[in-house]
């Protein structure tokens, strides 16, 4: 079974400095996908960044990075620069590529981040 | 380029009831998922369709059920609501499999009183 923990429920950041949001993951597959998503009051989960198991090269995306350490099994999310509108709740999710067509996405339980002005 | 729309955004059911909500991917995509979110259990699976046919299945009864059209549209049908079953729940949407990017929807807002 696939499980993903966030352990930072809530983060208070002064605006333009740079916030990680921890994630770790475990699973047994070798082959597997990671994603970060935002999550504003409305509801919507804005896809942030995606990063595969087998790259090589951390991603990036803008302002947002993930920092992979495959041998500790964590996909840590950088921000850099926050602003005010990156408030929002924050989750790291796990699809595990065990069968063609598996697109089921594991979430961890999220990391509520607050900017202040 | 149209996101993932949902629809109803709010609804509001009586126990015992049954609701169907809608998701309209993005054009092109024919990955259609679902899943249901609460504050006791967080974000859960509950299906997944490809081209009309279900590829993968949550652990929810069968009061939950879903299907999708030939234009990849789907719908998620629950049958006897239940308290437990007030969730916002959130469709997404892919273009390749595996995917590296899963669009989400507004998501729609069931309330069972």
């Known amino acids: 079974a696939q499980k993903i923990t966030q352990t930072q429920p809530g983060m208070f950041v002064q605006e333009k400095e740079a916030v990680t949001l921890d994630c770790t993951y475990d699973t047994s597959d070798q082959s597997y996908g990671l994603f970060w998503y935002k999550q504003p009051s409305s509801g919507e989960m804005i896809f942030l960044i995606y990063?595969?198991?087998?790259?090589?090269q951390n991603a990036t995306e803008g302002r947002y990075s993930l920092n992979f350490q495959k041998a500790r099994k964590s996909a840590n999310l950088v921000i850099s620069a926050s602003q005010l509108g990156d408030s929002a709740m924050y989750f790291c999710?796990?699809?595990?590529?065990?069968?063609?067509?598996?697109?089921?996405?594991?979430f961890g339980t999220g990391t509520r981040l607050t900017i202040i002005p | 380029k149209a996101g993932v729309t949902q629809t109803p955004r709010y609804l509001i059911k009586t126990r015992g009831q049954q609701v169907t909500l809608s998701c309209s991917p993005i054009?092109?995509?024919?990955?259609v998922s679902w899943y249901q979110q609460t504050p006791g259990q967080g974000l859960q699976f509950l299906f997944e369709y490809f081209s009309e046919t279900q590829r993968n299945k949550g652990n929810f009864p069968g009061r939950f059920s879903g299907r999708q059209f030939s234009n990849s549209r789907s719908e998620m049908n629950v049958s006897t609501l239940e308290l437990g079953d007030s969730a916002l729940y959130l469709c997404a949407s892919a273009h390749r499999t595996p995917n590296t990017e899963a669009f989400f929807g507004q998501g729609t807002r069931l309330t069972v009183v």
């Open positions: 999710a796990m699809r595990v590529i065990s069968n063609f067509g598996n697109e089921k996405l594991t």
């Open positions: 990063q595969g198991s087998y790259d090589e």
């Open positions: 054009s092109g995509h024919r990955s």
